[in-house]
């Protein structure tokens, strides 16, 4: 076994890698950017050297130096995770030529399955099934087009080096082909340098089932079972579960049968993933289901954390032992699935905007509790922490997480509520929609195909399940809960609106989905709240840990709220949201102008008017100092005008919302 090896990767794959070798007495050596000085994965590995700037292109990709850091540390191999060089055959070959170990498998078995084409051809000639296609190296565009038509409508067009998503594109009816086969072929050069592309019959109501295959160098070949990755969003995964819904033993042992034939048809060596397309009649048909070899993916997969949940098996480990020439730990025949698990890819992105990547500082970053990775009930596999910044340079992924259940069921429900304890604030993520995803419908009954985003966007996409009241209710409760710890057990000092005789009301001035609100709390032998033109309701508050039990308005739920500057994010067991609540001595001013006069934001007393009846002012000049919360606080003109009388006198306490003096413009 190796005593030493480097990562050449960064984030939660790093993280991922260097947490197996430090159980398995390995000593890590870690790569990082100018942007990842302080990365988690630098602290998480024994070593780390600096190895360039920001851009992949300037760091991770610099492969020359990524074995130079090798050399210089005594590393004796190189896990390169996934992405970056991981399925790159000179940087396969460039590790064996200096002497290193690649943790994967070798260059040849990258090369041959790294064109489409090429890897299609070697499929047919191993018996593996594929999509009725052209694979052929003629890119005639008049014989692409006949192929097409030869195959029928819908037609895939789809570029022979591509992946994510690029280079592809639906045609629907014979007269668009020419122009689609350009903009593919555009876009394929320059993303992949190379504009071959292949055309193959469009699989409708298709889903996406993959196999996890494993290989080593004494001719032993497994599968590990499947995965599910149909629900999708510009041909990218977000959810991952395993085993995959309605699949039969027969449909299992023959997908199986046919990754491992695809792998030995290329002498693989360690992790890999055999990709197929997989038909369907109807959801729940699961006989009608025909599968087809779509691609193999020549490294470990983002959600291999499901496989291991259902097998308890560690995936890096195995990839470490392959490496160092081991067998196998186990046959065919001594894999068991335990259970289903669920991945959701928590992404720095605004799913109600496109899916628009974000970028921006995790001010708060909170997780639900994980528990062992033996058999992990909920698991959370991170290369960020609190405080950490999402840069535009590499990928938008925050976070995995990982659940596991006895059934399906079960982890659809812990799944839901693990994502209701993830609190980000900071930057948009898809952590509310994927919620929604889990809770649709489809997804509960696993009706499942690659649009099914597309299909259940009415219910996917600006949800709001808390709601105005239920907001409001938690941003006002949370504000009395920090007034009160701040005021400590003072009678003289506390803001309970307790007084010898008569009502005090308190405004609250919100703003949610752009709109602005008006809350009112009045207080009296019981506080009652009345949000907008909602009916007037008692609120009460019971604070627990960083949170609140709020009840009001006939429901009683438990909130944390997260103040981001004037916007709140509240989070509740049903769902998140943002509201508003706005400094009313800040805005004092342009609400007085919304009114056409000025009054005291919120209870105080007058300490002193600048002005008297007759003068004339100018917008923004102070006219009046009210002192509340033990501040001095100025109000000032929103416009010009002539003071025509002032309604108060210094010393006097005034209401929220007082009128204090008119202002004829």
């Excluded at 108060?648 to 005034?654: H, I, L």
Aim: proline content about 5%; overall charge negative.
């Amino acid at each position: 076994m190796f005593k030493k090896i480097l990562i050449a990767n960064r984030g939660e794959i790093a993280c991922r890698v260097a947490a197996t070798a430090r159980r398995m007495g390995i000593q890590t050596v870690a790569v990082y950017s100018d942007a990842d000085a302080g990365a988690k994965h630098v602290q998480a590995c024994d070593e780390a050297l600096h190895i360039g700037g920001s851009a992949p292109k300037e760091s991770y990709l610099r492969w020359e130096r990524i074995l130079q850091a090798a050399q210089e540390t005594g590393a004796q191999a190189v896990h390169p995770g996934y992405g970056f060089l991981s399925e790159n055959e000179d940087f396969a070959k460039a590790c064996a030529a200096a002497g290193l170990v690649f943790i994967g498998p070798p260059a040849s078995a990258i090369l041959a399955m790294g064109l489409k084409a090429e890897s299609k051809r070697l499929m047919e000639q191993a018996g593996v099934p594929l999509v009725p296609g052209y694979h052929g190296a003629n890119q005639a565009p008049a014989l692409l087009q006949a192929e097409a038509d030869r195959i029928g409508y819908p037609a895939l067009i789809k570029a022979s080096a591509g992946g994510g998503g690029k280079g592809m594109r639906v045609v629907e009816k014979s007269e668009d082909f020419a122009a689609a086969l350009a903009s593919c072929k555009r876009e394929a050069i320059n993303s992949f340098g190379s504009d071959a592309v292949l055309i193959e019959k469009y699989v409708q109501r298709p889903r996406h089932i993959e196999i996890q295959v494993f290989g080593d160098t004494h001719g032993n070949c497994v599968y590990l079972f499947e995965r599910d990755c149909s629900v999708q969003r510009r041909h990218q995964k977000v959810l991952e579960e395993a085993p995959a819904p309605g699949m039969t033993e027969t449909l299992r042992a023959q997908m199986g049968a046919a990754a491992v034939a695809a792998a030995k048809a290329v002498n693989y060596v360690g992790a890999g993933t055999v990709e197929f397309i997989v038909e369907q009649t109807a959801y729940d048909q699961p006989e009608s289901m025909r599968f087809f070899f779509m691609e193999m993916n020549t490294r470990l997969q983002v959600e291999h954390p499901v496989t291991e949940a259902i097998t308890g098996l560690d995936l890096v480990e195995w990839q470490l032992r392959v490496a160092s020439g081991e067998p196998l730990p186990l046959r065919q025949d001594q894999l068991r699935i335990q259970g289903h698990a669920i991945e959701a890819r928590i992404c720095a992105e605004n799913p109600d905007n496109n899916f628009l990547p974000a970028t921006g500082t995790l001010q708060v970053y909170r997780k639900p509790q994980a528990s062992s990775f033996e058999r992990s009930t909920v698991r959370i596999d991170d290369g960020v922490r609190e405080g950490d910044t999402i840069s535009p340079f590499y990928d938008s992924m925050v976070a995995k997480l990982i659940v596991h259940g006895d059934t399906r069921e079960q982890a659809l429900a812990r799944l839901d509520t693990a994502l209701a304890q993830t609190h980000i604030v900071g930057l948009n993520t898809n952590v509310q929609f994927l919620r929604h995803v889990v809770r649709s419908d489809a997804f509960a009954m696993a009706k499942l195909d690659t649009a099914l985003i597309q299909r259940e966007s009415a219910v996917l996409f600006k949800q709001d399940p808390v709601g105005l009241q239920a907001a409001a209710a938690a941003v006002i409760a949370d504000a009395l809960r920090l007034e009160a710890a701040a005021q400590g057990a003072d009678p003289f000092s506390r803001r309970d609106g307790w007084q010898s005789h008569g009502t005090t009301r308190r405004r609250f001035e919100l703003e949610y989905d752009g709109q602005p609100v008006r809350a009112v709390l009045t207080y009296g032998p019981q506080r009652l709240l009345q949000v907008g033109e909602g009916a007037e309701a008692a609120l009460q508050l019971t604070p627990q840990g960083d949170g609140l039990w709020v009840q009001f308005n006939g429901a009683r739920i438990h909130s944390t709220v997260h103040a981001q500057g004037e916007t709140c994010h509240v989070f509740t067991p049903q769902g998140a949201t943002r509201i508003g609540l706005l400094d009313p001595l800040a805005h004092a001013g342009e609400a007085a102008q919304e009114a056409g006069r000025l009054t005291a934001p919120m209870p105080g007393k007058v300490v002193s008017f600048a002005v008297k009846a007759g003068d004339k002012v100018k917008a923004g000049q102070p006219l009046a100092v009210m002192e509340a919360m033990k501040m001095e606080h100025t109000i000032s003109a929103p416009k010009d005008g002539v003071v025509a009388e002032l309604l108060y006198a210094p010393g006097d306490q005034v209401a929220d919302g007082a009128e204090l003096l008119k202002l004829a413009v």
